[in-house]
T-cell receptor, first 113, second 114 residues
Framework: DTGVSQDPRHKITKRGQNVTFRCDPI?????LYWYRQTLGQGPEFLTYFQNEAQLEKSRLLSDRFSAERPKGSFSTLEIQRTEQGDSAMYLCASSQQGPGELFFGEGSRLTVL | AQSVSQHNHHVILSEAASLELGCNYS??????LFWYVQYPGQHLQLLLK??????LVKGIKGFEAEFIKSKFSFNLRKPSVQWSDTAEYFCAVNAREYGNKLVFGAGTILRVKS
């Protein structure tokens, strides 16, 4: 399978713990995006990388959130000191063409107890 | 703030019925418009896109969408739905001045009865 892969698919954690999600984009795509989706809502933009450079961050991305793409390939999204409001589906997408033509992964669902 | 509105959250149709899902956006500048679909148990995938030119765009699986600039709308249509069209549909907008983010609507869940 050469699509976007995300790991883990599901994560249950207790409030205050740190969690990390990984995204492996389609190999030839230099653009990588993180979005967050809660029940009944569409995806919300979190951050954007072009190669290894993080070029855009949403105000949704508080200082507890950090994302990296160290070698311009896979990316990680870390949430520190999780809160119940962080419970959501975290979606990764990659693109070669631009911000609209995205290839999404299946997402990492986070539940914070 | 840029926003995208989808008028119906749930739509139920019988097979062979015609479909129209509404999408309106609030941004007045140059926009690129998209519809994404998420089939049950699958990831989001691009259904169709509009950048410029002919305002009537055709996508996969017989879907089409019409961009009406004066109405800030980009409605999705299909003349005859099939049971396999059961899915959640998201309208999304990218405004060039807003950089690299897509703004999504809240989605419309379509259920097609066989």
């Amino acid at each position: 399978d050469t699509g976007v892969s995300q790991d883990p698919r599901h994560k249950i954690t207790k409030r205050g713990q740190n969690v990390t999600f990984r995204c492996d984009p389609i190999s030839e795509h230099n653009r990588l995006y993180w979005y967050r989706q809660t029940l009944g809502q569409g995806p919300e933009f979190l951050t954007y990388f072009q190669n290894e450079a993080q070029l855009e961050k949403s105000r949704l991305l508080s200082d507890r959130f950090s994302a990296e793409r160290p070698k311009g390939s896979f990316s990680t999204l870390e949430i520190q000191r999780t809160e119940q409001g962080d419970s959501a589906m975290y979606l990764c997408a990659s693109s070669q063409q631009g911000p609209g033509e995205l290839f999404f992964g299946e997402g990492s669902r986070l539940t914070v107890l | 703030a840029q926003s995208v509105s989808q008028h119906n959250h749930h739509v139920i149709l019988s097979e062979a019925a015609s479909l129209e899902l509404g999408c309106n956006y609030s941004y007045g500048g140059t926009v690129n418009l998209f519809w994404y679909v998420q089939y049950p148990g699958q990831h989001l995938q691009l259904l169709l896109k509009y950048f410029s030119g002919d305002p009537l765009v055709k996508g996969i699986k017989g879907f089409e969408a019409e961009f009406i600039k004066s109405k800030f709308s980009f409605n999705l249509r299909k003349p005859s739905v099939q049971w396999s069209d059961t899915a959640e549909y998201f309208c999304a907008v990218n405004a060039r001045e807003y950089g690299n983010k897509l703004v999504f609507g809240a989605g419309t869940i379509l259920r097609v009865k066989s």
